[in-house]
């Protein structure tokens, strides 16, 4: 069974512009979650989507951070404009259902210049 | 809210002795914890967790975590660490509200000295 994939597995970018993460879950997870992991700290959920809808971005800065799951399966999520404190790996995971094991891809290292 | 502590970053050991990373947790629900490793340039798997039932719980390559509710911990031992364990473990709670959001604690980084 593949796992979920992430890309690109690093990015380096200056500060003010934009960047996007995609992510694939694995087939058939209906729920796929994004998490950014600062360095030293351990990861910390931005959004929730039950197959395309939202179920929580209480803790994405909606003011520059944007995510989006059109169809359901795959999901991207956007920084504009980036800053310095943006500058970590950004985790995507996946489940069958909301009270099931979490499956987490290897992540996209963001660097903020 | 919830949270969890894990209450030391680098936890050093040699190799075949025992170890134990700490977790405590706070939340005002009844909980699920979990732990997981990240080992190097490798994303998070999932080790073991706790869900109801034995509050002991264990994995497939020799960890047990144990569920203490008076004392609101799910401590992580090994009664004998090997190189291959070297990795980062991530203590994680959620709540039993329908969903299982995780709130992670920091990290204990274990390094297996040989």
């Known amino acids: 069974e593949a796992g979920v994939a992430q890309s690109p597995r690093y990015k380096i970018i200056e500060k003010r512009q934009s960047v996007a993460f995609w992510c694939n879950p694995i087939?058939?997870?209906?729920?796929l979650y994004w998490y950014q992991q600062i360095l030293g700290q351990g990861p910390k959920l931005l959004i929730q989507?039950?197959?395309?809808?939202?179920?929580?971005d209480s803790q994405l800065p909606k003011d520059r951070f944007s995510a989006e799951r059109l169809k359901g399966v795959d999901s991207t999520l956007k920084i504009q404009p980036a800053k310095l404190e943006d500058s970590a790996v950004y985790l995507c995971?996946?489940?069958?259902?909301?009270?099931?094991?979490?499956?987490f891809g290897p992540g996209t290292r963001l660097t903020v210049l | 809210a919830q949270s969890v502590t894990q209450l030391d970053s680098q936890v050093p050991v040699f190799e075949e002795a025992p170890v134990e990373l700490r977790c405590n947790y706070s939340s005002s629900v009844s909980v699920y914890l979990f732990w997981y490793v990240q080992y190097p340039n490798q994303g998070l798997q999932l080790l073991l967790k706790?869900?109801?039932?034995?509050?002991l719980v264990e994995s497939i390559n020799g960890f047990e975590a144990e569920f203490n509710k008076s004392q609101t911990s799910f401590h992580l031992r090994k009664p004998s660490v090997h190189i291959s364990d070297t990795a980062e473990y991530f203590c994680?709670?959620?709540?039993?509200?329908?969903?299982?959001?995780?709130?992670f604690g920091k990290g204990t980084k274990l390094s297996v000295i040989p």
């Open positions: 994680a709670v959620a709540s039993g509200a329908g969903s299982y959001q995780l709130t």
């Open positions: 989507f039950q197959n395309n809808g939202v179920v929580d």
């Open positions: 995971a996946s489940s069958y259902g909301r009270t099931d094991t979490q499956y």
């Open positions: 087939s058939g997870h209906a729920t």
């Open positions: 706790y869900l109801s039932g034995s509050t």
